[in-house]
């Protein structure tokens, strides 16, 4: 009589190691290497009981090791994505704050640069036209005005031009320099 041998431990074995590749694949694909924790759980279950119908009926385990073996990495490296996704979404509340003192700085830095110079914006669209100019030349003038005045050594017009230096100075305001 020929011995009938039951390769069901094998069988579970390929299944174990397919589903493996399988959940590897997916483990290395960034973002999507969250979800290959499910498949990744099913094949080491699929190896552990390929293992042990293979331990009874004395058939090759080696697949289902095989299978085990790349089935524990893809969870793992599955796993350690979850991990870095929680880092990320713990540091995430921090960046709205970063992101707006950017902004704020390069504002800071506009504002800045545009205060002393001319500016004019012109948009036209469907024929209206609106313009946009920032001219500083009047502020230019009265302190062209004020230095000369300082120059031609009028005491009293000095004297009263040093006394609302002064007072800007106090307000925080723009005191002509001398070139």
Known sequence: MEEVRNNSGQNLGIAALITAVITFVLAVIPC???????????AIILAAVG??????????????IAGLIIAVIASM???????????IAQKAD???DNIQNIIND???????????????????????????????????KDQVQTLEELESGNKSKADSLN?????LTKKGGNVPSKK
């Open 32 to 42: 999507v290497g969250l979800i290959a924790i499910i498949p990744g759980i099913i």
């Open 51 to 64: 293992m042990s119908q293979a331990n009874r009926t004395n058939s090759p385990r080696g697949v289902a």
């Open 77 to 87: 490296i599955s796993m350690s994505q979850i991990f870095v996704a929680g880092k």
């Open 94 to 96: 921090k960046w709205p």
């Open 106 to 140: 390069v504002q800071d830095n506009v504002k800045r640069e545009i205060k002393d110079n001319d500016v004019s914006i012109k948009v036209e669209s469907n024929g209206n036209t609106v313009e946009i100019n920032t001219n500083n030349s009047a502020k230019k």
């Open 163 to 167: 006394k609302k230096t002064d007072t």
